[in-house]
DNA sequence: CATGAATGAGATTTCATTCAT
DNA sequence: TATGAATGAAATCTCATTCAT
C-alpha cells in the first residue's frame, strides 16, 4: 500500500470499486505515462488523440480510464505530486537539512524545466483544481514545510520564509528554467539566482 | 513623432503604409485592448469571436486588422514590450539607479501578474517569435541593460549578473506572482524574495 | 448608338436613367475590362475585393456600378457577346462565307481559351441567364445563324447542322483549347479536328 | 482482388495501411458517392456540410476519411478515372476496333453530360492535380492509346491523331454535352459532329 | 460619388466524447 | 474490455454586401 495509490490515483468508481484488471492496469499505466510526456511536449492543448497514439491503445481506452481529458490531467498531477512528496518525505531525516532543501528544489525544477504542465496546474491549485489534486498537493506541501523548517533551524534559510513563499519560488524558478531554454547555463545561474533568495544574510 | 509610429506598435503594412482612418484607427486599439484583456483572463486559447464581442465589433474587423490569430497575439505583444521599454528608457536617467531597477522590475511583475500572455511569448521569444516582436524584444533588451549597469555600478545588484538572467528573473518572478494569486500578501513576500537574489552580499 | 450601348450594358435603374458623368463612365469600364480580366484568370470565385483591387478603384464603386457580383459577371458576359455579335455582324457580306464562318469561330475559340467564364455563362444560358444577357445571347445567335447559312450554302459546312449545333461546339471546342493549356500545338490540332466534324464529308 | 485494390481506388494509407472496417468501407463509399453527385450537381465549390447530409454521416466523418476537401475531390476522380480505365481495357480486345472505340468515347460523355467535375479536374490535371490522380489518368492515357492505335490500324480513325487530341476532344465533347443540357436530341447531334472530326475523309 | 472599414453568415477544419463492432 | 469510426460543437478565416466618412 503505497502512499500513491492510497491518494486515489484510480479514477473513482468507473468500475465500481473492483481492482482493475492486470491488463487494464497496465493500460492504465502506460496513458498515464504518455499524457505527461505529450502534455509536456506540447501543452495541455495536444489532442487526446496523440496520447492514446503515443500510448499504443485507441482513443476510447483513454476514456475509459479516465472520463475527461480534464480528469487526465488532474491524474497526471496527482501522480507527479505524490512522487515529489514521497521524495520529500524521504529527505526529512537528511543530516543536513539546508543541502537537502535546496536539492529538493533543484530536483523539481530539473523535473519541470520543459514541462509547464505541472507549474500550469500548481498555479491554479488554489482556484479551481478538484479535491483529489488538492489532497496529493497538500500531502507535498506538508513535506516541504517539513524540510522548510528543518532548513531554516540549521540557519539555512531565512526565518521570514514560509511554505507558500517557497511554492511560489519554485514556480517562479520552473518558469525561468523553461524560459532559459536551450540555454543550460544561463537556466543553471537564473535558478541559482532566484533560490538565492531564499537565503540568509551573505552569500556562501 | 507619436509613439506609436516610434515604437512600431503597429502591424506593417496592412494597407499599404496609408494612414488608418479616424474610425479604424479607433476600431483597432479597441480590438487591441480587448484581445489583451482577454488573453490574460483566458489564455491564449480564447477565441477569437469572444475578442471581438468584448472589443464590441464583428470578427471579420478583427481579422481586418490582423489577418491571423498569431498576428493578433504578436501586435498585443509589440504593444506591451514597446510600453516597458519606452519606460525602461525613460528610467535611464534616474538619480537612484538601484531603486530605478526595482521599481521598473516590480513595474514589470505588476503588470504581468494576472497576465500570462507576456512571459508565455517571452518564454517562446527565443524560438519562434517574428522579426517584429523580436525587434521590440531587443529595445527592451538594451534598456534594460541600460538600468541593469547603472545598478551595478551603484553596488545594488549583484556583480555576476548579467540581463539574460534578469530577464530569465523577471520571467520567474511574474509567474510566481501569477501562481500566488488571490492573495496579495504571498505575492509581495515572493516576488520580494526572488529579486533579493539580484542583490549582493548580506540582505538589507 | 453603338450596339454596345443599346442593348443594356448600363446598370438598370442605378441612376434613375440619368446619364452617367464622365468620371462615373470611365469607372464602370475600368471596373468590367477588370472583372473580365480577373474572372478569366482565376475563375468566377474571385473575390470582389480583387477585382476592385485591379480596376484601381474601391469596392464600394463597383457595387455602386454592378449592385451584385452576380450582375457584374452578366454585365462581363453582355459585353462580350455584343463585341462578338457585332463582329459576326460585320462578316455577313464577306466573299468567302467558308472561312468567314471557320475564322469566326476560331475568334472565339482564340478569346476563350483562358476564359472559362464566357462558356461556362454559355453553358448556363439556356437554364437560367437573365434577360439581358439572353438578349444579348439571341443577337449572337441570329449572326451566327446567318454566317453559317451562307457556309452552307456555299458547300463549306454540313447540311444537316443547324446554328444551336454549332454554339454547342463551339462550347466544346473552347474548352477543349483550355484544357489543352499550354501546349499549344495540341490546342490547334484539338480545336481543328473539332470544327472538322462541321464539313461535309463521306461519313461512315 | 478487388478492383478496388487494384486501380488504387483509396486514398493512400489513412489509416496505415490497415484494411477498413465494415461500417467505416461502407461509410467512406456513402461519402464518396454523395460528393461525387453534389459536385456535379452545384460544382466543386459545394459545401462539405452538404456532402455530409447527402450521404447521411456528420462532416467530421467526410474528414475523417478525407483530410481536406480537395483529398476528396480527388479521391472522387480517381474513383471515375479507375472506372474509365477499367473499361477501357476491357475494350481492348474487341472485334470491332473502330466501333469500339467511338461507343467509349461516348460512354464517357455520357457520364459526364451532366459532371462538370470530370472535365475540371481533367483540365487541370496537367499543372497541379497530385500523384494519385495523374496516376490513374496515365492508366486511363493508356488504355486509350490502345484503342486509339487499333481503331486506327482499321481505318476507323484519321491517322494524324494521337491520344493527346482524343482527350482533348472527349473534354470538348463533354464540355458541348453539358452545354446542350436539357435538349438529348441537340446533345446527340453536338456530339456526334465533334467526334466526327476524328473519322477519316477528304479535308478541304 | 468614391472610399474602404465593418459586418456576419457560411466555409473548412479540429477534437473531446460516444458508441457500434 | 479494447478499438477506432462517427459525431457535432466550436474555432479560424473569407467574402459579398452595407454604410459611415
Known amino acids: 500500500m503505497t502512499p500513491i495509490?492510497?491518494?486515489?490515483?484510480?479514477?473513482?468508481?468507473?468500475n465500481g470499486g473492483k481492482p482493475l484488471r492486470a491488463d487494464a492496469r497496465r493500460n492504465r499505466a502506460r496513458v498515464l505515462e504518455a499524457a505527461d510526456d505529450v502534455f509536456a511536449a506540447k501543452g495541455v492543448s495536444a489532442s487526446t488523440e496523440e496520447i492514446a497514439r503515443r500510448a499504443g491503445v485507441g482513443?476510447?481506452?483513454?476514456?475509459?480510464?479516465?472520463?475527461?481529458?480534464e480528469a487526465l490531467l488532474q491524474a497526471v498531477l496527482v501522480e507527479r505530486f505524490g512522487r515529489l512528496a514521497e521524495?520529500?518525505?524521504?529527505l526529512a531525516g537528511a543530516p543536513a537539512p539546508g543541502?537537502?532543501?535546496?536539492?529538493?528544489?533543484?530536483h523539481i525544477v530539473a523535473q519541470s524545466a520543459t514541462k509547464n504542465v505541472f507549474t500550469d496546474a500548481l498555479t491554479k491549485a488554489g482556484v479551481e483544481v478538484e479535491e483529489m489534486v488538492a489532497e496529493v498537493g497538500r500531502e507535498l506541501w506538508s513535506a516541504l514545510d517539513?524540510?522548510?523548517?528543518?532548513?531554516?533551524g540549521a540557519g539555512a534559510v531565512r526565518d521570514d520564509i514560509r511554505t507558500g513563499e517557497v511554492i511560489a519560488v519554485i514556480v517562479?524558478?520552473?518558469?525561468?528554467a523553461e524560459y532559459a531554454g536551450r540555454d543550460p547555463d544561463l537556466q543553471a545561474r537564473a535558478v541559482a539566482v532566484i533560490f538565492d533568495g531564499l537565503r540568509p544574510g551573505p552569500r556562501p
Open 5 to 14: 495509490r492510497r491518494y486515489g490515483l484510480e479514477t473513482p468508481d468507473v
Open 146 to 152: 517539513t524540510l522548510l523548517t528543518r532548513a531554516q
Open 59 to 69: 482513443v476510447g481506452t483513454v476514456f475509459r480510464h479516465f472520463p475527461t481529458k
Open 172 to 176: 517562479g524558478a520552473s518558469r525561468a
Open 99 to 106: 543541502p537537502a532543501l535546496f536539492d529538493f528544489l533543484h
Open 87 to 90: 521524495q520529500a518525505r524521504g
